[in-house]
């Protein structure tokens, strides 16, 4: 498999303490996959919501140079038209 990521993240501000960010992305579909797989990590914590439905959390903090990442099938999660991913 191959796939590529990068890291979504807010510009630096003065005070970065008990920073909170809501990334949000969208997807239209005409049909909904069998299957749709989707990997995520993140530098601290994360919640995971697809059309606002709790699909997961995670990591546990780690080596940031071995980030660790889940692995989440939304296919039941989507509808047909717009997600918010």
């Known amino acids: 498999m191959t796939w590529s990521a990068q890291w979504i993240w807010h510009p630096p ?14 997807v239209d579909l005409d049909v909904v996959p069998a299957s749709a797989c989707v990997m ?3 530098g601290s ?7 606002g439905r709790f699909v ?9 140079s ?3 990442f889940d692995i989440y099938d939304i296919a039941t999660f989507l509808q047909p038209g717009s997600n918010g991913v």
């Open 45 to 51: 914590l994360y919640k995971l919501y697809i059309n």
């Open 13 to 26: 501000l003065d005070d970065m303490d008990n920073f909170y960010m809501l990334a949000r992305e969208g």
């Open 66 to 68: 071995r980030y660790y």
């Open 40 to 42: 995520v990590t993140a």
């Open 56 to 64: 997961g959390r995670g990591p546990n903090p780690s080596d940031p």
